[in-house]
């Protein structure tokens, strides 16, 4: 990895790998560990040494997801699941080893035209099932990737400082209505998505039942934050649909 680096010396290298398989990493947290924590710690030393800038891509999961506000950039992390620790291991590493040139870039509910995920879920399964039991307890911001994306693009092209950013679409949601929202584009009717509560689907690795983000320090880079939820999602909806 330091080899590539001094080769190629970037300006600046983004982070887009990690071990997500949130269930998994509960029954294999040391490998886990090795791509979120021990691979980040490694590429931000290697960066250091070529004298990029580093963009991490981090998790609302490094929180306990049982506030009642949203969590601010500087909110004490107490992760309660393995992915949620390694994420934060990672975290800590780009901000003790790259001090002025490392971005932890924390983001949550994402959805995007390529690989598994929420939105394209619905999308296949309003196609194949009558009626869909959809959590109503769980809260938090759906976030296009895109939208992430183009965040990254502005906060490096920007004067602002390294540190902890949180990149989510504005306003908050549950999962439940998130669907309904997914129907109503899509034509179908709403009410064929029935609320559930998460007790109704146990998982290895609790879900957090509030995971809204605040966004001050990305206000003060002076960049205009990602709008609200349902607006990214109106936009997003053709390109999701054709994927």
Known sequence: MSRVLQAHRPDIVVNC????????AEEHEDEALLVNGVGVGQLAKG?????????????????????GQPYSEHAAPGPRTAYGRTKLVGDQAVLRLLPETGYVVRTAWLYGAHGPNF??????????????DV????????????DVARQIVGL???PA????????S????????FAREIYRLLGADPARVRATTSSAYPRPAARPTYSVLGRDAWVKTGIE??????RALRKAFPVLLAG
């Open 225 to 230: 934050p990602i709008g609200h939820w349902r």
């Open 156 to 158: 490096v092209n920007s």
């Open 170 to 177: 504005s306003g908050e949601t549950t999962w439940f209505e």
């Open 17 to 24: 790998a990690g071990w997500t398989a949130v269930d998994d």
């Open 47 to 67: 960066c250091a040494a070529a004298g990029a800038r580093l963009v991490h891509i981090s998790t609302d999961y490094v929180f306990g997801g049982d506030a």
């Open 119 to 132: 939105v394209r879920t619905m999308i296949r399964l309003e196609r194949e099932q009558p009626t869909v």
């Open 161 to 168: 400082g390294a540190g902890i950013y949180h990149v989510t």
């Open 135 to 146: 959590v109503d307890d769980q809260r938090g911001q759906p976030t296009w990737t895109v």
